[in-house]
């Protein structure tokens, strides 16, 4: 759909925008029962600029805006703020107060103040509607592979480097200690990882979990934990996107440090054959 607004508004020689909310409308209808958050406001706004939108407009969703009329939303919004002359919006859109108004109610009044709607027919993955319920779904079940498909781009999350416990450092392996940003992650388990950072793509192994070998009862949480191929800078307090490409194995109890770093070495071994770049016999076709 935003690839369809950035295409149509640069053949008009005008802007492209997109229109997104924060904090998610369930927060505020549901009052925090609804789905976790896919991804977080910093990540949204970074994977839409990457896209070629020229204006992102964040609006506030609170009680005044749930209350808003359709009417209200439109002309006051989209035409008078925004100054929108097209509107692309999937089939199972609806909007206003208590969402009662949906795509056929939008054209109508999009029409009374010379705007025209644009209808986008729904992508299927294998039967299934892509949405961020699917997406959602395949994350937290650890089917990363068709959570990509449905996405378009691999599973990521995007989190602020944190001071750890220091344990992996001390076994040889350092690693970056990663606060996601009220994101969805992915199961517990080990992980070949791509890391953006500087302008970089790096490479590296990450493990969510418990630390069951090491751990105590003021872990609370399970904790992300990316060791980076290479990389011994400190980072704390910078934001990294991590890219998941393939889980390796799921999360196991050591019987102590040794059996731990070997099983590390095999991993970090793993994790550089499936991010060993592929090379292709066919003359010019990446290109």
Known sequence: MIKKVVDRARALGTKSVVVTFDPHPSKVLRRGRGAPSLISLEHRIKLIEELGVDILAVLAFNDELARCSPEKFVKKVLVSGLGVKEVYVGDNFFFGRGATAGRERLALIAETVSAKVRPVRPVRIGG???SSSLVRKFILSGRIGMAKRVLGRPVAILGTVVPGSGLASGLGYPTANINPHHEVIPPRGVYAVKIRYGGKSLGGVLNIGWK???FSPRDREP???VHIFGFRRKIYGIALEVLF????????R???????????????AAARRILRPIKCSIPRCCK
């Open 254 to 268: 050591f019987k102590g440090t040794e059996p731990l770093v070997r099983q590390i070495r095999r991993d970090v």
């Open 223 to 225: 904790t992300i934990e």
């Open 212 to 214: 069951p070998t090491f």
């Open 245 to 252: 490409v393939k889980k390796i194995r799921n999360e196991i």
């Open 128 to 130: 299934d509607v892509a």
